[in-house]
């Protein structure tokens, strides 16, 4: 991996020259002075010294050893724009914790977006994001009906034995599915039950406040925010019957890219709102509701009636139980035949080396008298769930076939060209956990003015930036109590 980066980092195009902090100005470099930059930056106590150049190839560096695992073809660049500046910016807080005001000579000034661009110009690069990866794979073809078969409402009823209790809310209302395309997150308008909690606070309270704490949004027509009294108590009820907690799907899609903005950092949801928030949060959810026909192959004339949405959206609630991640596992089946199966955490879990033969058991077995045979399709993806004594093995839920469903410690050429017997593959050590993704939709987890602001700045001007507008927002809020 180190061999790939050190000359993704050389110097200058032949045919670009310029001058300042940005990738054009650097001069070529070789593998050792890499990762003397590297090793300079992260192994020092003082960051004050160092040039602009060793703190840019630094953090740039340290974001790719963080999102690779040695194969750089399945860098997200956006997810690695991230991670660079995220290690920018501890770089620049450590600089001003030191209490060194010093101007640009001393600075972190690197533009971020630049030398990510630079980098993945010379590494060539597959999926850039969660729903892509490399087409030209000699995937079986992939027709509207595969995915349809997927749809949660097409399989609940033939495994609900060995799945999660669940309630399908179907068909979802139009003007439901028009107010998760409107742009912004924004709670409905007084939602039902949860109004008796506003009754405490007065109006003049909460001027700029709906009753969610949300900010509410107001054009010049002063348009009222949408309101789904009847959805609401579909979902209190069933919030009811499943003991106080579920959590959220669409046909296809649950908004895990979204858990960060919940307040338990989950899926967990006690109120409507806590749904309503994840779902218009999350870009899992834009798919189903636009793209989940992309990947689909069309002939002739079908190409004409494209599907691009589903007859009925649904909302599915499915009881919530707190549940080990190092126990989650994805089956990959070709001809219905398992081909792989993968640890689904990117975490190190040492007690999975040792119960491995015994879970790999345990999930065939499953497979074979649950599943095999019985799904629409010959071909898919199936996640499942071994409870922590290890007496039951769960069905969790049905994916396609395809390039928009991760290979997770796979890659899909792997899976596809699969002969031998199936591989059961964990991480087996903390060094294969560091060198994999350990932070699954890194790129979701910030709102994309985060990313707009980052354009074209230095990391000292972003940090600088942001700092400025957190203080004004406390400023306000301070003047408002």
Not at 251 to 258: L, R
Not at 285 to 305: K, M, N, P, S, V
Not at 350 to 375: G, H, M, R, S, V
Request: negative net charge; aromatic residues 12%.
């Amino acid at each position: 991996m180190f061999n790939v980066l050190a000359s993704a980092l050389k110097g200058r195009d032949d045919d670009e020259q310029g001058e300042g902090s940005g990738p054009n100005s650097d001069t070529e470099i070789d593998h050792e002075t890499v990762l003397n930059h590297h090793k300079k930056i992260y192994e020092s106590e003082e960051v004050t010294d160092h040039s602009e150049k060793e703190l840019g190839h630094a953090a740039a560096f340290e974001a790719f050893k963080k999102l690779s695992s040695g194969d750089l073809k399945g860098v997200d660049k956006q997810a690695l724009i991230s991670m660079a500046m995220q290690e920018g910016m501890k770089i620049w807080q450590k600089k001003k914790s030191s209490g060194d005001d010093s101007g640009d000579s001393k600075g972190i000034t690197i533009d971020i977006s630049s030398w990510v661009d630079f980098l993945l110009r010379s590494v060539p690069t597959g999926h850039q994001n969660s729903h892509t990866t490399n087409t030209t794979l000699p995937f079986p073809p992939l027709t509207e009906q595969h995915i349809l078969n997927c749809a949660f409402s097409s399989w609940y009823s033939n495994f609900r034995t060995v799945t999660l209790k669940s309630k399908i809310i179907r068909p979802l209302p139009e003007e439901f599915i028009e107010y998760l395309h409107a742009d912004g997150v924004f709670l409905p308008d007084r939602n039902y039950l949860e109004g008796s909690y506003n009754a405490e606070y007065s109006e003049d309270d909460d001027d700029d406040f709906n009753e969610a704490g949300v900010e509410s949004v107001e054009d010049d027509d002063e348009k009222p925010l949408p309101s789904f009294p009847g959805l609401e108590r579909r979902i209190w009820q069933t919030i009811e019957d499943f003991d106080g907690a579920i959590f959220p799907k669409l046909n296809w899609s649950s908004p895990k890219d979204a858990a960060w903005i919940s307040a338990t950092n989950t899926l967990k949801c006690t109120t409507p709102s806590d749904i309503f928030l994840l779902l218009k949060s999350s870009d899992f959810i834009a798919h189903d509701l636009d793209h989940a026909f992309d990947d689909c192959i069309y002939d002739g004339q079908e190409a004409t009636r494209r599907r691009r949405r589903p007859d009925a959206f649904e909302l599915v609630l499915r009881k919530w139980y707190d549940v080990a991640p190092s126990l989650e596992f994805r089956c990959f089946v070709r001809n219905d035949r398992i081909v792989g199966i993968s640890q689904r955490d990117p975490n190190f879990y040492p007690f999975l080396n040792d119960i491995k033969e015994e879970l790999e058991t345990k999930i065939k077995n499953f497979f074979a008298t649950n599943i095999q045979n019985k799904f629409l399709n010959n071909d898919y993806v199936f996640d499942t769930y071994v409870t922590r004594n290890r007496d039951r093995v769960w069905l969790i839920d049905f994916n396609p076939f395809g390039p928009m469903t991760d290979s997770l410690l796979y890659t899909w050429d792997e899976i596809l060209t699969a002969t031998e017997s199936p591989t059961f593959r964990i991480i087996t050590s903390q060094t294969e956990a560091n060198q994999s993704r350990s932070q699954p939709f890194v790129v979701n987890r910030y709102p994309r003015e985060v990313f707009d602001f980052s354009q074209n700045q230095t990391v000292a001007e972003f940090a600088e930036r942001f700092q400025r507008e957190l203080m004004i927002a406390g400023e306000e809020s301070s003047e408002e109590e």
